[in-house]
């Protein structure tokens, strides 16, 4: 979940005022969660990541979703790091 939550750090981070909850950044990574401990397929968690990248539109929002993937790689044991790391690829996700 680390890796996960770095490659969607990396790809929205950026400064600014707080816009997007850390309920709304659970809600769009949640269908990774499955995949992620090897207990299910990869399934929406693609459109999950793709739906972040997509609603974190300003600096603000940027800022609160790194933010949030910070406190949540704490907080989430079991990923599969191999799992984690291969998501940017399987989701067509380029990471800057």
Not at 40 to 67: E, F, R, W, Y
Not at 71 to 79: D, F, P
Not at 85 to 90: D, E, I, K, N, T
């Amino acid at each position: 979940m680390i890796l996960i939550i770095f490659a969607v750090a990396m790809a929205v981070a950026s400064l600014g005022e707080a816009a997007i909850s850390c309920g709304t950044v659970t809600s769009y990574l949640n269908p990774c969660l499955p995949y992620g401990t090897n207990k299910g397929p990869l399934g929406g968690c693609c459109n999950g990541i793709k739906g972040l990248l997509a609603a974190a539109k300003t600096t603000a929002d940027h800022q609160s979703v790194c933010n949030c993937l910070k406190s949540l790689a704490g907080s989430i044991s079991g990923i599969s790091p191999d799992k984690a790391a291969g998501l940017p690829g399987q989701c067509g996700i380029n990471i800057p």
